[in-house]
């Protein structure tokens, strides 16, 4: 069975977090965000791409914070971090020409995030 509550206690939903869903739930949004970056650079909006992906980045630093002494989760968001950085920094030394294969791997992680899959 699963039951489900809601709280404005920050300090009880923060209690009930399940880590490894938690670090999940953050590397789908990380895999949207490509996805949003990638759509942005392609409209020309190189200022919006990079901001969403600083943005994701960001996030995902200050999630890794949470997780202190559980080494395995703050790696894993960590190492997301490093991708939205990478992916910025492709975007920006191959362009157009890098944005399609940005864009496939952008949907790749993104599908496999919904999909529910192994994805590391």
Known sequence: ??????????AVVTASAVPDVAVKAEKWRAANALLDANAAY?????????????????????????????D???????????????????NEAGGAAWRGVGAKAAKKRAWSMNKGSAYQ
């Open 1 to 10: 069975m699963l039951a489900a509550a809601f709280s404005l206690d920050n």
């Open 72 to 90: 395995a989760l703050q790696n894993d968001l960590k190492n997301e971090a490093m991708e939205q950085q990478a992916f910025q920094q492709q």
């Open 42 to 70: 392609d409209r020309g909006e190189k200022e919006a791409g990079d901001k969403i992906l600083a943005a994701s980045a960001a996030r995902l630093n200050d999630q890794a914070a949470a997780y202190n002494g559980n």
